[in-house]
């Protein structure tokens, strides 16, 4: 197994790296993928897979997975402009 792996979460889900971004979560630098895709990259820790476990299989009333509107705005705006440079 590649060590990256062990330190890293990948993604290429828009909606996912929004809600961890607005959650406090470490990014780096997005990855360059084939057919201009963009893969978003993770610093991996134990509240970084819990949250990933919440958003995939959460349930809707769970708190974990409220986010301010405003946080989720303005991080959404900040991924889209890192997407876009």
Known sequence: ?????DRYF????FQL???LYSKGMQMSSP???????????FIKNEKL???VDCYKF?????????????DYEQSRRELL???NN
Not at 1 to 5: I, L, P, Q, T, V
């Open 1 to 5: 197994m590649d060590k990256n792996e």
């Open 10 to 13: 990948y993604s290429t889900s």
């Open 17 to 19: 790296a929004c809600f």
């Open 31 to 41: 990855k360059d993928l084939e057919n201009r895709q963009k893969e978003f990259v």
């Open 49 to 51: 897979d819990e949250l």
């Open 58 to 70: 959460g349930l809707k009333e769970e708190k974990e997975l409220l986010i301010n509107v405003k």
């Open 81 to 83: 402009e890192i997407l």
